[in-house]
């Protein structure tokens, strides 16, 4: 059974940091690419951060571009967002996500693969 477990969520202040953990199982992930989304309710999945199947390449939302940064452990089947400069509008549940390829898309259809989510709280 696949699966990708997301955590590291919860609630800090403004300008405060946290690192969110997603780790796969079930399958080899080591050739995907894989991203982070985020969804706040009545909004559609956003893109937030991908990085390709060896890190080479990495991508982000305008949004977040200078604060998170992404990276990824191919033994430990593991990918991180580091967010720094935390901001009340980044308010939402965190989604990981993989998909078969090497490509990074920013369209949540994309990817074949999801975790639960994990909740990232902003307070001002």
């Known amino acids: 059974q696949v699966q990708l477990v997301e955590s590291g969520g919860g609630l800090v202040q403004a300008g405060g940091s946290l690192r969110l953990s997603c780790t796969a199982s079930g399958r080899t992930f080591n050739t995907d690419a894989m991203s982070w989304f985020r969804q706040v309710p009545g909004k559609e999945r956003e893109f937030v951060a991908g990085i390709s199947w060896n890190g080479g390449s990495t991508s982000y939302a305008d949004s977040v571009k200078g604060r998170f940064t992404i990276s990824r452990d191919n033994v430990k089947n593991t990918v991180y967002l580091q967010m720094n400069s935390l901001k009340p509008e980044d308010t939402a549940v965190y989604y990981c996500?993989?998909?078969?390829?090497?490509?990074?898309?920013?369209?949540?259809?994309?990817?074949?693969?999801w975790g639960q989510g994990t909740q990232v709280t902003v307070s001002s």
């Open positions: 996500a993989a998909r078969r390829g090497t490509t990074i898309y920013r369209s949540a259809s994309w990817y074949e693969y």
